[in-house]
Nanobody, 115 residues
Framework: VQLQASGGGLVQAGGSLRLSCTHS????????MAWYRQPPGAQREFVAG??????????RYADFVKDRFTISRDNARNTVYLQLNSVKSEDTAVYYC???????WGQGTLVTVSS
């Protein structure tokens, strides 16, 4: 299985960005997926997660992004998304998508928030 993340870039504080992650496997719809991030000089941290189809796509979020970020998935396209709204400078990080069932990480996409 391979995960391909995209959508990162430079965004102004207060702006929005949507990250995408395409999954190459056939069991995507069954697997829980997540987004993690690693800010410069810091450790990786959990951002958001979404369960598979058998758990009705339940979502959970880190407290620091609640009400600003939204995770979603399109099982027909084998893609998970992370919508970033009202971004802040502290959201600058490399964002990784993860297949939680298989412990597979994507290559990461860099989000830089300018103030």
């Amino acid at each position: 299985v391979q995960l391909q993340a995209s959508g990162g870039g430079l965004v102004q504080a207060g702006g929005s960005l949507r990250l995408s992650c395409t999954h190459s496997g056939s069991q995507f719809s069954l697997n829980s997926m997540a987004w993690y991030r690693q800010p410069p000089g810091a450790q990786r941290e959990f951002v958001a997660g979404i369960s598979g189809i058998l758990s009705a796509g339940m979502t959970r979020y880190a407290d620091f992004v609640k009400d600003r970020f939204t995770i979603s998935r399109d099982n027909a396209r084998n893609t998970v998304y992370l919508q970033l709204n009202s971004v802040k400078s502290e959201d600058t990080a490399v964002y990784y998508c993860v297949d939680m069932a298989l412990s597979v990480w994507g290559q990461g996409t860099l989000v830089t928030v300018s103030s």
